[in-house]
Nanobody
């Protein structure tokens, strides 16, 4: 199983980015797909998650600015980020949760300049 993120980069404060995460390989039923981030010197934290039931959850710090969406046919999850702030700078990781296993991507860097 491979989990590959893309779409990170450098953006000015107030700008937007769209991250993508595609899972491939022999994948049992996916329960949830989500995004986490880790800034230097900080613990990895939940950004947004989309469960198989279609419910979503967001960190308070990104509510109203970020939107998670999912294409089940493509085993792909997206994170649309608007009104980015310097404190959003981090490595963003995709997490795929099945009934038995958890898979992580390698991460994509998002840098927001002030």
């Amino acid at each position: 199983v491979q989990v590959v993120e893309s779409g990170g980069g450098l953006v000015q404060a107030g700008g937007s980015l769209r991250l993508s995460c595609a899972a491939s390989g022999i994948i049992p039923s996916i329960n949830a797909m989500g995004w986490y981030r880790q800034a230097p010197g900080k613990q990895r934290e939940l950004v947004a998650v989309d469960t198989s039931g279609g419910s979503t959850d967001y960190a308070d710090s990104v509510k109203g600015r970020f939107t998670i969406s999912r294409d089940n046919a493509k085993n792909t999850v997206y994170l649309q980020m608007h009104t980015l702030k310097p404190e959003d700078t981090a490595v963003y990781y995709c997490k795929v949760t099945t009934g038995l296993f958890v898979y992580w991507g390698q991460g994509t860097q998002v840098t927001v300049s002030s």
